[in-house]
């Protein structure tokens, strides 16, 4: 290993295993597994990864939430990696909060929700087209997508796309964890990755079975 590699490895907070990864840094120069450590290799900007991944407290049940604070530290960092192509990290009664990583040359597909979407990217450069209409998207963007209406988007930049993205009301099964984009394709198309009935019900409907309290 070069010594400006081992001096690397040796930084405060760059964990032991990504040792062997920086000889193959010429052919794949994004680093993958669990949170991102910026640092900087003989004068290039490299995204790295710890061994630490934050926990989340969220609703990933069939059940309905608990009434209680969901705490989801770190999410939104330009640093963080979510390492699978779609998860969800949270179902409400209303709501869905999913996280997502476009790969290189990757997209999220073409498609209409009947449901609200907003999506807000932390990491990467992307394409968003929706209704006919492309914007380029960087980290910090914000993108809604009104029920109905078509869109896609695609990573256009060479690293992944990091997407945190809020389903209004629920769109996926709260348990849904996809490596890829052909596993979530196929699970939707089976029927396997439906939204809960609970999810889908109206605040009048709540407040009469007793799910949410009337003021």
Same mark, same amino acid.
């Given at each position: 290993?070069p010594n400006?590699?081992?001096?690397?490895v040796k930084?405060?907070?760059?964990?032991?295993?990504?040792?062997?990864?920086?000889?193959q840094?010429?052919?794949?120069?994004?680093f993958?597994?669990?949170n991102?450590?910026?640092?900087?290799?003989?004068?290039?900007s490299?995204?790295s990864?710890s061994?630490?991944? #934050?926990?989340?407290?969220?609703n990933?049940?069939?059940q309905?939430?608990?009434?209680e604070?969901?705490?989801?530290?770190g999410?939104?960092? #330009?640093?963080?990696?979510f390492?699978?192509?779609?998860?969800?990290?949270?179902t409400?009664?209303?709501?869905?909060?999913?996280?997502?990583e476009?790969?290189v040359?990757?997209?999220?597909?073409?498609?209409? /929700?009947?449901?609200?979407?907003?999506?807000?990217?932390?990491?990467?450069?992307?394409?968003?087209?929706?209704?006919g209409?492309?914007?380029?998207?960087?980290?910090?963007d914000?993108v809604?997508v009104?029920?109905g209406?078509? /869109?896609?988007?695609?990573n256009?930049?060479?690293?992944?796309?990091?997407?945190?993205?809020i389903?209004?009301?629920?769109e996926?099964?709260?348990?849904?964890?996809?490596?890829?984009?052909?596993e979530g394709?196929?699970q939707?198309?089976?029927?396997e990755?439906?939204?809960?009935?609970?999810s889908?019900?109206?605040?009048?409907?709540?407040?009469k079975?007793?799910?949410?309290?009337a #003021?």
């Amino acid at each position: 290993m070069p010594n400006s590699m081992a001096t690397a490895v040796k930084m405060n907070g760059v964990s032991r295993c990504l040792g062997k990864q920086f000889t193959q840094y010429a052919k794949a120069p994004v680093f993958r597994k669990c949170n991102t450590i910026p640092f900087r290799l003989s004068g290039i900007s490299v995204r790295s990864y710890s061994d630490r991944s #934050p926990k989340y407290n969220g609703n990933m049940t069939s059940q309905p939430p608990k009434n209680e604070m969901v705490y989801m530290p770190g999410v939104m960092s #330009p640093n963080r990696s979510f390492g699978v192509f779609r998860k969800v990290l949270h179902t409400g009664l209303y709501s869905q909060f999913v996280a997502m990583e476009v790969p290189v040359n990757g997209e999220i597909g073409d498609e209409i /929700h009947t449901v609200d979407q907003v999506l807000i990217f932390t990491h990467g450069t992307g394409k968003a087209i929706v209704a006919g209409k492309e914007q380029e998207v960087r980290q910090n963007d914000v993108v809604i997508v009104p029920a109905g209406t078509q /869109h896609q988007f695609l990573n256009i930049g060479n690293t992944p796309l990091e997407v945190v993205t809020i389903y209004s009301p629920a769109e996926h099964d709260p348990r849904t964890v996809h490596q890829t984009k052909a596993e979530g394709d196929a699970q939707e198309e089976a029927g396997e990755d439906e939204a809960p009935e609970w999810s889908q019900r109206s605040k009048s409907e709540n407040e009469k079975i007793g799910l949410v309290k009337a #003021p």
